[in-house]
């Protein structure tokens, strides 16, 4: 993973003291509220329910041991104990005193972490595929260009101010564990017809109140021409982006206005002016940062182990785990582990110190010290050794992460919801527990299979609803919580929206809701066919009469 | 009987306050003053202000409350849990594992 | 009202004058654009200095041909976190190759002065009493020295830190 040089360690010590000074001038009033706060939300802090929120970057969602460590002992000693791994791979802290953040983030700094522009309207953390760099099907590891851009658009001095918040996300497959689809860039990796790398290029994608799959705006980008490209991209946006209304102001409603034709000639008429420029990176530098993610030293195994296969067919609940919480890697004698932190009943994204802890142990001793953070709140270590397995998942065990359910029912993406969010409508939190505790059943949920449930405490969908499989919304209705629910969403490269099913169900009623969905599945399913096949195939209408029938 | 209080976040540590009497602030939703004219709203507002410009408090504003044996309750659900705290979380399982 | 320019607090010679007001006697007008596009033939017949005030939602390239009749631009934050004069400020530096003075108006305050510098401006339009002037000129100068590596190019002539790790790459290779 990328090192930071000198150049990268004085620009985070830098804004450490710089923040620390706004926060003075803050504090002694030489700074109001209204112009400190886009500084404080450059800086990650946002102002919630209950306290402040920091949220830390995990840039393209990889740290190592002794970041994971360091993010515990923040949790402990300026914290509650615990922190939330989001949707867009950070991980977020509840109860920090603004006084207290400039140590928080000096503390950072010290194992090359920061907090810089996860929040503003500013180009935010780059996310990307949580299995890159183990994952076969790659053209190249993603976090290179992403590392690429993270650099670029940090302080970029004109981007600073954009009409709202601008997320980045990038594949390096045609397989998109990123859903770049639905960012405001999007970007995939392939290989042009004479074999040379370079992007696919999505613009305008988004959740939120107008949920969009992006156009492609530009069908092939050469790999060296990204940041030219981007910086065309960002200055239309910052140019014409609307700024009369918050609501209307991310790219994808510009996008949509103009039409993706007319946004694509309009970044192309930009881009001729800055190709070839100073944003060109020196090939020394790409290959310099592209070593910090060159394969770690694999050991030359057999594609079986006799230790790990014995294993599996002695234990069973061991075997089970396997069977959701294991990826094939492309080093042979290897796989791509999932951590779960869905336990039924716990908050899902949800770690402890002691939990972080024990993930940093485990990295260190069996995962190349190598962890990731995908964008479905789960944790990776991408680099396990199959004899190894066991020992890890028993580690994980004993440290309450032994959850066997990754992409089951249980699996839930939700925000946090009115228990904690400013924003919020309802609670998700809740509703997210009782749904994985009325299916807590493993057996039921293997007999389910892939089921991704994706639940939102209000329309700003971080919880990513809309391409959830059951997508859930929470929604004010006369002053009691009520629940809309969407079906057929993805977030993969089929990506699609899901459809509004009915009207929405109050707080008591949303689990059997759900449940029925469910069982209205089962029943009508053919062999091997997954919840979200069953429902392109049959649509709406027997879930529609399931729930609605007769009420 | 309906009102409105007056509340903020504690600029320094974020925590959730009420306007009580004397422009004291209090963690305590029961110990706000309630006010049940627009006048007696405004003035509870004007040293909330004043708070903010001292930089006691951020954020302020009113919202409503029902008065029952003189103690104010909140109405929303979202100023319930704002009062009460998280009802889920993993610091109150933490917590409770103690 | 003063403005900092090149780290000094200095006078403003320069004045906005309304579209309908006439020009005589001032010796450092600033007209609006719609003024500039109705008027050209007569302002430049002044011989005088003439400063141009680009509403931020102009496009630069209007005046790309005629920028060599401006002393001054004045570009306009209508609020600091309308950060449209960043992109004219430099397009008209980079594109169009604009060498006069380019100054930020507007509600810009000390924590984008690092921003306005790195997008090509030369001078910001500052306001207050005494004490505050000198406070701003201060954080000016604070401003300038936070982040001593920027990590991108822009308009201005810091090296960013690419450029820098390739000085230091040739340096190991020459030695």
Known sequence: MYRYDEFDSALVNERVAQFRGQVARRLSGYLDEDRFKPLRL?????????????????????????????????????????????????????????????????????????????????????????????????????????????????????????????????????????????????????????GEPGFRVVVGGGLGRTPIVGPTIREFLPKAELLSYLEAVLRVYNRLGRRDNPFKARIKILVASVGGDAFAAMVEEEWQALRGGSLDLPEE????????????????????????????FEDRDFARWCRTNLHPHKQQGYAILSISLKPVGGVPGDATAEQMEAVADL??????????????????????????????????????????????????????????????????????????????????QHDIGELKLKISGCINACGHHHVGHIGILGVDKKGSEFYQITLGGSAGEDASLGEIVGPAFSYDDVVDAVETLVE???????????????????GSAPFKEALYAGH | ?????????????????????????SRDLAEAEPA???????????????????????????????????????????????????TVGTDIAIERGR | MPVIKDGQLVEND?????????????????????????????????????????????????????????????LEFPTFRDGRAY?????????????????????????????????????????GDEAELACALEGWYEAMAEISVPMQPASDRRPPASSLRERRRAAAGAS
């Open chain 1, 42 to 194: 450059m800086n990650g802090v946002y102002l919630q329910l209950h306290a402040y929120m920091l949220r830390v970057a995990i840039p393209y969602g990889t740290l190592d041991s002794r970041q994971m460590r360091r993010l515990a002992r923040i949790a402990r000693v300026y914290d509650r104990g615990y922190g939330h791994f989001t949707t867009r791979q950070n991980v977020q802290y509840n109860w920090p005193k603004l006084a207290e953040v400039p140590d928080i983030l000096a503390e950072l700094a010290e194992v090359e972490m920061h907090a810089i522009q996860t929040s503003g309207n500013c180009i935010r953390n780059v996310t990307a595929d949580h299995f890159a760099g183990a994952a076969a099907d790659e053209v190249e590891d993603p976090r290179i260009h992403a590392e690429v851009i993270r650099q670029w658009s940090t302080l970029h001095p004109e981007f600073s101010f954009l009409p709202r918040k601008f997320k980045i996300a990038v594949t390096g497959a045609a397989r998109d564990r990123a859903a770049i689809n639905v960012h405001d860039i999007g970007l995939q990796m392939l290989r042009n017809e004479a």
């Open chain 1, 285 to 312: 530098e790409v290959a310099r940062i592209a070593a910090y993610f060159a394969p770690p030293p694999f050991g030359a195994l057999p594609a079986q182990d006799t230790e790990f296969e014995a294993m599996r």
């Open chain 1, 363 to 444: 990295a260190e001793r069996y995962g190349l010290d190598e962890i990731r953070v995908s964008h479905e709140q789960n944790l990776v270590l991408p680099h396990i050794r199959l004899r190894d397995v066991h020992a890890v998942w028993q580690g994980l065990v004993a440290a309450g992460l032994g959850a066997a359910n990754i992409g089951l029912v249980s699996d839930i993406i939700s925000c946090p919801g009115l228990d904690y969010c400013n924003l919020a409508n309802a609670r998700s939190i809740p509703v997210a527990q009782r749904i994985a505790t009325r299916f807590a059943d493993l057996d039921r």
């Open chain 1, 520 to 538: 209205t599945y089962v029943g009508l399913r053919e062999t091997g066919e997954r919840f979200l096949d069953a429902y392109r195939r049959l």
């Open chain 2, 1 to 25: 009987m309906t009102a409105r209080i007056v509340t903020a976040n504690g600029l320094r540590d974020g925590e959730v306050l009420y306007l009580a009497r004397d422009g004291r602030w």
């Open chain 2, 36 to 86: 049940e004219s627009a006048e007696a709203e405004a003035a509870l507002m004007a040293i909330a202000e004043g708070a903010m410009r001292c930089r006691t408090v951020v954020e302020a504003y009113a919202m409503a409350v029902a008065v029952e044996d003189g103690t104010p309750r909140p109405l929303s659900q979202r100023e319930r849990i704002r009062a009460a705290g998280p």
């Open chain 3, 14 to 74: 320069w004045t906005f004058i309304p579209d309908s007001v006439p020009l005589d006697g001032v010796s450092r007008p600033v007209v609006s654009l719609a003024r500039w596009q109705g008027e050209s033939r007569a302002l430049l017949g002044r011989n005088r200095w003439l400063g141009l005030r680009l509403p931020n939602i102009a496009d630069p390239a209007v005046i790309g041909a005629e920028l060599h009749c401006f002393a001054l631009i004045e």
């Open chain 3, 87 to 127: 992109s004219q400020a430099r397009l008209l530096r980079e594109r169009h190759g604009y060498l006069g003075e380019l100054r930020a108006v507007g509600g810009i305050g000390r924590d984008q002065y690092f921003f306005l510098d790195r997008c090509g401006f030369d001078s910001v339009r500052v306001a």
